[in-house]
C-alpha cells in the first residue's frame, strides 16, 4: 500500500518533485499546498492545492507526509521557513532518493533531502536536513553537508569537505579534500575553490571572455 504525501509549491520545482515521487518511490502524491497569498490555481498537476494555513484539515499529519520542493531563494531561507512550518504542525517530511544515485553513506541523510539522478555519495558522508543535490555531483568520503543547503549540477565536493548551512553552490563547482566552508556561503558557478571560506562568503569564477576571431574565420569547424 503506497504512502500518500502532500508537495509544497506549485512551480517547477514542485512539478519535478511530482514526477519523481510518481515514477520513482512509494508515495502516492495527493495534493500539492502553497501560502493562501500566493494560490491562485486550486489544481496542479491534476491534483487540488489547498492553502498551508488550511492543509492539516484537509490531509491530517498523522496520515500523509509532506515534502517542501522549493528552490534556494534567497538563499534557502523560504525553504528553511516552510520546512520548519511544517515540522511545526507535525509533519514527517521525507526525502526523495533517486534510484539512479550511487549511495554509499549507510543512509546518513536527513528529512526533506532532494537528491537526483547519477549523484555518487561516497562512504562515511553526512547529508542533514533539507538538502538539494541536483544532478551529476561527486560527495567525497568523510564529508559532512549541513542543514538547507543546494548543490547544483556537476559538482564535486573532495573527501573530507565541511560545507556549512544555507549554501550555495553552482554548476561545476570544485572542492579541494579537507576544506571547511562556512554557512550561508555562495559559490559560483566553475568556481574552485583551495582553502576554507568564511561564513558568508560569495565566491564569482571567472567567465570565458569571447576570441576578437569571429566564428566564421575558424578553419578547422
Not at 165 to 192: K, P, Y
Request: charged share 15%; proline share 3%; with cysteine.
Amino acid at each position: 500500500m503506497s504512502k500518500k504525501l502532500v508537495i509544497f509549491g506549485s512551480a517547477n520545482i514542485a512539478e519535478l518533485a511530482y514526477y519523481y515521487f510518481r515514477t520513482d518511490s512509494a508515495y502516492e502524491v495527493v495534493a500539492f499546498t502553497v501560502d493562501a497569498a500566493f494560490l491562485t490555481e486550486h489544481e496542479f498537476c491534476g491534483l487540488p492545492v489547498v492553502p498551508f494555513e488550511e492543509v492539516a484539515q484537509h490531509y491530517p499529519p498523522a496520515s500523509y507526509d509532506m515534502f517542501v520542493a522549493l528552490s534556494y531563494s534567497k538563499l534557502n531561507a523560504i525553504r528553511k521557513e516552510k520546512y520548519l512550518a511544517a515540522k511545526s504542525l507535525g509533519y514527517t517530511l521525507t526525502s526523495y532518493i533517486s534510484s539512479h544515485a550511487t549511495v554509499l553513506n549507510d543512509g546518513r541523510i536527513g528529512e526533506n533531502c532532494f537528491i537526483l539522478e547519477d549523484n555518487t555519495i561516497q562512504p562515511f558522508v553526512t547529508i542533514g536536513n533539507n538538502v538539494t543535490l541536483w544532478s551529476g555531483n561527486h560527495i567525497g568520503h568523510h564529508s559532512t553537508i549541513h542543514d538547507h543547503t543546494f548543490i547544483a549540477s556537476h559538482v564535486v565536493v573532495s573527501g573530507g569537505v565541511v560545507i556549512g548551512e544555507q549554501c550555495f553552490f553552482g554548476v561545476n563547482v570544485t572542492l579541494r579534500d579537507h576544506i571547511t566552508i562556512g554557512d550561508m556561503c555562495v559559490v559560483g558557478a566553475g568556481t574552485m575553490l583551495l582553502a576554507d571560506a568564511e561564513r558568508e562568503g560569495v565566491y564569482i569564477g571567472t567567465a570565458t571572455e569571447r576570441s576578437p576571431l569571429p566564428s566564421t574565420r575558424l578553419r578547422r569547424i
